[in-house]
């Protein structure tokens, strides 16, 4: 509204001071350059600078003293605000949308848009008995934080695990996180300064978005096609932009489950060495993969991409541990940020209970038997919606994702937000694309669509003329 | 270097364009302004520019193109570096430093230093007793990630024992967070900016600066006395600096297990409100008080008070918990904040089993019994210190620390890594400290000192001239 008001010249001098106050080069109780001095840096008349920062001070940034001149004014910045909606209820479509629906649904809400399996999938009786198992441990690993990179044998089986996938990494070059989130979070906090530049998909992990917004930095998305980033995008991206950061998921891609092809994962790389951008490998559904693909870290050597994962997908998203495995002095500097943010890494509890549970043997038995159970919903679920004119985007060769186009004029934010007001909580297109460009997709996980109730509220919400399609 | 030899005024120019690089008023790519606006703008002579910009490319820092002007070269900044030295078993002797060395000792290491309890101290029974119940928990615990505020089973017991503190809490009010570290974290990314002042006790627990250095804000101490802060000493800096925050333990603070006293509680809220102040209060020994005291986030009914506290200190450091006490709109912009970096809160498992201890009816008793202990070693330890000449600033009320004077001319960072290399890891007084004015201090863990050879350590390398008293 100012800018339209006051013409381009007031509004650049205006922005101009709100850069130098956001950017720190000007402080509370600093006193701004004088009219005469800024209109000669700006290259405009002092009357603009004057009325720039008339206006200024009538929002309250800054303020005059008499005869002295304009200063900052002493009022801290609000604090960080993520979200478009404080109250949860009636908060937009954004990348917190699905996630707070979802983690507060209560027991009879249906949740096709959420990222986990379903209880009953899952090795609970692995679990018990790694938890029964806890309790026999010395007290020493019940009572004491863990070390500094956490647990030895956690780590180890770890490392053994990463040879498997041909990535070459030493005990340097590893560190457990409490969660695979946090992983990326501390990557950040080490790499990114705000007004950093980072690449992501589009479509991405809506979360992705979620936390590098609060890492204030900008974010740019290059399209995802069946085999990978587009890469001659990706490649003009790197060399417009220079990203500091890529963040990905190479496999069994979160939400569109695409896989890298061996091609653009090469060309990917020179690109990134070639612009100076680290790349970061979110490999959470590696074991959902039938055979392994193409991975980043593994053709780099831990040189300029870090490896991250967890266990929330695959043994129990309510035992956090996640993992970074990056260069090593890297890998020193994250985890002196996590002793200072976290006071160190993940419960030895947690840590204890994964390796108990992946060094019991039964972990192959359950991924296959879990991998097994996907392929047969997957085409379900891909049969039953496309009698609803919903159809994937890519059949995926694994994971828990189906990425759905509907049919032709609906917007998936509203179809999810009527059908929400019936129990079922969606993940709708546009939460996962930064160029807001997913409108007309969703994201289905096909581990919870075996229920005849989704699919006849999914065809009453689609019927509905958009007009009437908002909640109650 | 550069600034002695090239006089004040090139190097102000240079700092201004280093300055405006780092405020990201400048990016990568972006042209500097013209020698002679610059000069004008700075009110210096064009050659002085010519000279900073010759300098900064020959930095690297930004480069000359041809007929067309200087430019921000695009290296990336280097990695966030928080501590002093890259390989932990010759850094220097900072915040980390007893971190790092007390959290990765090994099982011969004495650790005086530390800031938990022995193992055979905690209630390892009850906690035993806690995860075998929580293997019999139904399967959507044990498979799914928690609600975004945390167990309401736990929050309900919280908010139990805020009201018996006397701080009102309703349910909006609180929030569960993976570890009390990171309680503290989330706040400071909530409320801070990189340059924003924020206010600690001089001396304060080492992991705040830690903390606090990689948020990249100014970090200024107040001198803590008996009763608190040295109030006049607090009004004057809230008034000068306006600090956004102040963080703090009100109760048995570390390290120096001083408490605060009503009226200066009192003055400090009322400078709080005048400064605009925030104030985080750290309860994280509360239990250990003999009865309770002045709680500031009591007296202020959660307005500009933020309290926090975790389990590690009275439960287990293994399981770890920690939460948040604020206004609604804070825990609100907390919680998108906590999904955004971690994907919600603690693992639901931890929860349960801290949940299951607090409510057993066991953990009053665990608590008397430790008090009990605690005032018994406390006592032996200053006797014993006392011969070696080493003599506690204050006999504290409760918790684990005494906070001691070594004898005249020693220098505690010195006896440390002495002392290490002999297997005894201390917590030099310095590490504390944001004036490094401790330097004749030493932090000792009482439950932890009544093993020999820790005296005869100490005795030793008290004995050993400055000179020879670095590791061999």
Avoid at 295 to 303: I, K, P, S, V, W
Avoid at 371 to 389: D, N
Wanted: with cysteine; net charge positive; glycine share 8%.
């Amino acid at each position: 509204m100012t800018t339209i008001a006051t013409g381009t010249r007031t509004s650049d001098v205006m922005n101009a001071v709100r850069g130098r106050i956001a950017g720190r080069m000007l402080g509370p109780g600093d006193r701004l350059p004088s009219i005469r001095n800024f209109a000669a840096t700006m290259g405009v008349s002092p009357s603009t600078v004057v009325e720039a920062y008339d206006r200024l001070a009538a929002e309250g940034l800054i303020r005059a003293q008499q005869g002295s001149g304009f200063y900052v004014s002493g009022t801290a910045l609000p604090p960080l605000k993520l979200a478009d909606a404080e109250n949860p209820k009636s908060r937009a479509v954004d990348p917190f949308w699905v996630s707070r629906q979802s983690l507060d649904a209560d027991d009879t809400t249906l949740k096709p848009g959420c990222g986990w399996l379903p209880a009953d999938w899952m090795p609970n009786d692995a679990l018990r008995r790694a938890i029964r198992s806890l309790a026999r441990s010395d007290d020493a690993l019940l009572a004491y934080y863990g070390s500094t990179r956490g647990s030895p044998a956690l780590r180890r089986l770890l490392l053994g695990r990463l040879a498997e996938n041909g990535i070459p990494a030493g005990p340097d070059n590893l560190v457990l996180t409490t969660t695979g989130t946090q992983a990326l979070d501390l990557i950040c906090r080490f790499l990114l300064r705000p007004g950093d530049t980072v690449l992501v998909d589009d479509p991405c992990y809506f979360n992705f978005q979620a936390m590098l917004k609060a890492h204030q930095v900008k974010v740019v998305g290059v399209a995802r096609t069946h085999n990978g980033p587009d890469i001659a995008a990706f490649e003009a991206i790197l060399s417009a932009h220079r990203p500091r950061l890529y963040v990905t998921n190479s496999t069994i891609h979160n939400p569109t489950g695409s896989t890298l092809s061996p091609q653009v994962a090469h060309r990917m790389l020179n690109a990134a060495a070639a612009n100076d951008t680290i790349i970061v490998e979110d490999d959470i559904f590696a074991d959902f993969e039938p055979e392994p693909s193409t991975r980043l870290a593994a053709l780099d050597g831990l040189e300029r991409v870090i490896r991250i994962g967890s266990f929330s997908k695959t043994l129990s998203a309510a035992v956090r541990c996640g993992y970074i495995a990056a260069r090593p002095d890297w890998v020193e500097g994250l985890i002196d940020l996590q002793i200072a943010t976290n006071f160190g890494g993940p419960s030895p509890l947690a840590s204890e209970i994964i390796t108990h549970m992946l060094a019991g043997g039964g972990y192959r038995k359950h991924m296959e038997d879990v991998r097994r159970k996907l392929v047969r919903v997957r085409r379900e679920t891909a049969e039953r919606l496309s009698r609803l004119g919903i159809e994937p985007w890519l059949m995926p060769r694994g994971g828990i994702y189906l990425w759905c186009r509907l049919p032709e004029g609906l917007d998936s934010a509203e179809v999810a937000q009527t059908a929400l007001a019936q129990g079922v909580v969606l993940a709708p297109g546009n939460v996962f694309s930064v160029s807001q460009s997913a409108g007309n997709f969703m994201r289905f996980n096909v581990a919870l669509m075996l229920e005849p109730r989704i699919y006849t509220v999914l065809a009453d919400v689609m019927k509905r003329p958009v007009s009437s399609a908002s909640p109650a």
